[in-house]
């Protein structure tokens, strides 16, 4: 089973930052990665996919990088709304998806 | 609309059966894969099992094989997924959401919470 870790758990920004999370893959993965983010209460959306290619509708600000086994998700200014959980998925294994642990971005 | 609506969640007994359903619309149902992801309670995203367009090629997770069938009517476009010797550790928010066979769920419902509680 391919294991997904994510840093941090915890991310504290203030509003126009920027934010940089990891995640890395237990073994090698090409670019068979997406990111979601999920708001309380609400289901995860679609982010990004193949590691860098953002999803329909995906602000610019949201960008994605890396392959192998490590990546990153940068949110270049944040905004209000980009407050979130944000999980990491590889895909290398479809159909059996694994997950990240996820990292929650907050207000500092 | 595009989307995806779960029912059939509830509270149900260790060791007891419980059937969710996951209903689409406004999309080609019959050409997509479908996934069930769960969260329990504060944690993160658990994959449960997939089925392939066709009906046929099915997939489990291990904690669940042999306890949870998940089936497709594409003429009726739903989803089900039959939970049979439910244990406490099944609690969780469950998710359907499709795929277009490329390894990214797309569009996820909203989820139902099944609490297996004695």
């Known amino acids: 089973e391919i294991v997904m870790t994510q840093s941090p758990a915890t991310l504290s920004v203030s509003p126009g930052e920027r934010a940089t999370l990891s995640c890395r893959a237990s073994q090698v993965i090409s670019s068979d990665l997406a990111w979601y983010q999920q708001k309380p209460g609400q289901a995860p959306r679609l982010l990004m996919y193949?590691?860098?290619t953002r999803a329909t509708g995906v602000p610019a600000r949201f960008s994605g990088s890396g392959s192998g086994t490590e990546f990153t998700l940068i949110i270049s200014s944040l905004q209000s709304e980009d407050f979130a959980v944000y999980y990491c998925?590889?895909?290398?294994?479809?159909?059996?998806?694994?997950f990240g642990g996820g990292t929650k971005v907050e207000i500092k | 609309q595009v989307q995806l609506v779960e029912s059939g969640g509830g509270v149900v007994q260790p060791g007891k059966s419980l059937r969710l359903s996951c209903a689409a619309s406004g999309f080609t149902f019959s050409t997509y894969a479908i996934h069930w992801v769960r969260q329990a309670p504060g944690k993160g995203l658990e994959w449960v099992a997939a089925?392939?367009?066709?009906?046929?090629?099915?997939y489990y997770a291990d904690s669940v094989k042999g306890r949870f069938t998940i089936s497709r009517d594409s003429s009726k476009n739903t989803l089900s997924l039959q939970m049979t010797s439910l244990r406490v550790e099944d609690t969780a928010v469950y998710f359907c959401?499709?795929?277009?066979?490329?390894?990214?769920?797309?569009?996820w419902g909203q989820g139902t919470l099944v609490i297996v509680s004695s």
């Open positions: 193949s590691a860098s």
């Open positions: 998925q590889q895909y290398t294994n479809w159909p059996l998806l694994t």
């Open positions: 959401a499709r795929d277009e066979t490329n390894g990214w769920p797309d569009l």
């Open positions: 089925v392939w367009s066709d009906g046929v090629n099915k």
